[in-house]
């Protein structure tokens, strides 16, 4: 990875690990009782751009101590429906190849974006239930909904 690249990697891990997030590979996992919230650092293929990755995986569906994102019963990419940064924003943050924002800014955009989520995920997600409820609602738009979370209330 080139020294731009980990800026990006870097602030993602100093912030997550002050939220008490486990990290393996590219992937940082925050555990609650009944879930696991999954957070992916993805980059293109297409260029030197990058894409945030978010998962649900609901414990009892899913029995791996670290869930693939690709894998996780309700999956989006940041920023969410729910979040105040807008597309647009948060992708030139996550493009290496924009000069707009000092590393100091780029950081500071992606850790309020995390913490975003991070809030969201507390509120609304963090237990087996609160992850039925949204999927019935559809509080998260433009995100997938794994078929498995039908079998929550069967």
Not at 53 to 79: H, M, T, W
Request: glycine share 2%; net charge positive; aromatic share 12%.
């Amino acid at each position: 990875m080139t020294s731009k690249s980990n800026v990006i990697e870097n602030s993602i891990k100093n912030f997550l690990k002050k939220c008490k997030f486990r990290k393996k590979g590219k992937t940082w996992y925050k555990d609650y009782e009944e879930v696991i919230f999954v957070l992916n650092l993805q980059k293109s293929s297409w260029g030197n751009q990058f894409y945030l990755n978010a998962g649900i995986a609901v414990k009892s569906l899913y029995l791996e101590e670290f869930p693939k994102e690709r894998l996780c019963q309700i999956r989006f990419r940041l920023p969410g429906s729910f979040s105040t940064t807008n597309d647009k924003e948060l992708a030139s943050t996550l493009d290496m190849d924009n000069e707009k924002y000092s590393d100091v800014e780029r950081a500071n955009l992606i850790e309020n974006e995390i913490l975003t989520t991070l809030n969201f995920v507390d509120k609304t997600l963090s237990s087996k239930m609160l992850v039925v409820e949204c999927w019935k609602k559809r509080l998260i738009t433009n995100c997938l909904y794994h078929k498995d979370l039908t079998k929550l209330i069967t």
